[in-house]
Each structure stands twice: as structure tokens, then as C-alpha cells.
């Protein structure tokens, strides 16, 4: 089983999904992992979403180019390393699949078990799952210790974190080959070793979320003074310091003084406001209606996020000088 697999066994590669992070993370593979030569099969059950996944790759990889850190012979070898395919048969010699699908359990479960009858049985199964349960979704497998979470984030190309998730069964094999492979790709793997819902990413977004949306509710700030806070209060920390030195730099005895009279008069929602809900009947859903907490109904989103993904890259370069 997965123990007689070792990093340089990997070769072929089958990524399955080809939304909006398959592509990215098929890019991620065979442009940070040109030692391994890896061949990467890139599927979807939508002819649509492959012709789009081809357009979107040509820009993402002309964007990478104009960064300068790889040539454009390399990244033409890197381009030539992904195969679109429409038959999942072809995927029977892989070596590690990435299940790159919609977030439903019964999709991702229907997958697993489908895709076990057709790879060998030393073949590693990943899901991009950003929170359900790896064991659940696994469940249905034959070798469940084979099967693991790798939650990249979007971009892939650009974020360097990924959660590498355990299931209950997930072996220590199948962790520490995900986990060599993501860090041979430059990037910053961390293990989640319960599995549980959100895992850890985005349940501490989705504690910022709550507070957040506890504030709004009860008016005890605008949103244009929330961002400011966020942004230059603890947004500016935390690229250079870590949370857990932040914590010693004030002191255990402090930080514990502050909790215990702050916990107890913090949001403890078990579900969304209700105001989110209003916004949402109203058709105020963000930038894919033009209005959300913000207005962008005169705004190029398409060029601003351009312009925010090369910001957020030279902060990333800032940033690790501080590890
Ligand atoms: N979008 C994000 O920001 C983001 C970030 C991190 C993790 N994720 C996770 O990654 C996964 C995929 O998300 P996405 O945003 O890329 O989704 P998406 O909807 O953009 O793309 C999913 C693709 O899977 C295809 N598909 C559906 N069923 C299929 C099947 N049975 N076999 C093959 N292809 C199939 C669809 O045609 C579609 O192209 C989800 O689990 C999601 O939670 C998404």
C-alpha cells in the first residue's frame, strides 16, 4: 500500500476539477515541481470548463513569467507537463490524484469511489475540500489510509499555505509524502491532525467573520472604521510578528486578565445574522452583483485583483524574511 510509495515514485498525476482551483493547483505542481517531472492530467466532466482552464492557464502563466523568476523556456516545459483529458481511464497509471470538485459530500464521495477502481492501489487520494469531513468523504473507499485533505488556497499559485488534513485512517506514510511533496513545491504545508469542520483556516476566518458581523448588527462600528481597524491594527502585525509571539510579548498574565473579562461578552452565534440574510434577498450578494458590504459597481474588479495579487506577492516576499 501507500508505505511503498516514496516522493520520487510520484510521477503521474491526475487532478480532477478544472473550476476555479484545479487549473491552479495543476500550475503549482508542474511549475514548482520541474525536478520531479511530473505529468499532470488535468480532468473535468465539463468540455466548457477544460476550454476555459486552457484560456485561463495561458494568462496565468504569461503573468508568472513577468514576475522574472523562471524563463520562458521553463515555463513552456512546465506548460507542456499538463494533459487535458476526458476520460478518466487515463488516469489508471497516477500515482496521486487531487479531487478538485464542488464542495457536496455525495459528489466527492460518488468520486472517491469511482476513481478507486480505476488507479492502483498505492496511489495517494487528495480532496481540496475546504472543510468537510476527510473521513466522511472517505468513507467509502477500500484504503482510507491512503486518502488525505490538501486545501490549497486560492490562488494556488500565489498562496503558500495548505492544509494537509487528516482523516481518521489517513496513515503517516500518506502525511509525510503529502507533505514532502507540498514542501519540494515551495509550499507552506501545515498538518491538521483532527478532523474537523473548516479545519483550522477558515475556522479562524470564520471567528473574525462572527465578531465581525456581531459589530455591524449592533452598530458599534461602521464598516469603513471595522476595515480600518482590521487593516491597521492587527492587519499590520501580523505579516512581521506571530500570533503566539504577540501573546508572549504582552504577557501570559496580562492576555489572561484581558480574556476572562473579554470571552464572556463575545459573539457566541451558532448561525448567521439575520441582516446577512436581508442582504442577501435584497440581491446585495458583493462583487457578483456590484454591491455587497461595498460598492463596485464602478469598479474593474478583473484589474483590481490584478493589481492586489502583485501586492499581496511582494508582501509574501516581505514577509519571509520574518519566519
Ligand atoms: N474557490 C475557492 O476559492 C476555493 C478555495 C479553497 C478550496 N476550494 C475547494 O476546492 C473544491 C473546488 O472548488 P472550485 O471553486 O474550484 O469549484 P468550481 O465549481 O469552480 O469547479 C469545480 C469543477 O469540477 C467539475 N466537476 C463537477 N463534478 C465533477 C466530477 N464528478 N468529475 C469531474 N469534474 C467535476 C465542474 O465541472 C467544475 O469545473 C471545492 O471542494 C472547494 O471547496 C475552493
New binding site residues.
Partial sequence: MVKEMDLNKIKNIGI???????PGIAEVLAIFGSSFDFNINL????SE?IQNAQKRMEVDFAKVESVGIFSSEDLQIARERIHFISDLKDLKDSHLIIE????KID?KQN?FKKIEDIVPSTAILAT???GLSITEITKVTRYPERCIGT????PPLLMPLVEVVMGAKTSDETVSLMTDLLTNVNKRPVLVKKDIPGYVHNRLQAAIFRELMYLVDNEVMDVDDLETTVRYGLGLRLPVMKVFEMVDMMGLDTINNVLSYLYPALDRSTKPPEFLKDMIHKGTLGVKSGIGFHDYSSKDMTESMKEKEAATFQLLMMMQQYD
Fill in positions: 480532477i476539477g478544472a473550476g476555479v482551483m484545479g480532468f473535468d466532466i465539463s470548463a478538485v470538485i464542488p464542495e459528489l468520486f481540496n475540500s475546504s486545501h490549497f488556497m486560492n
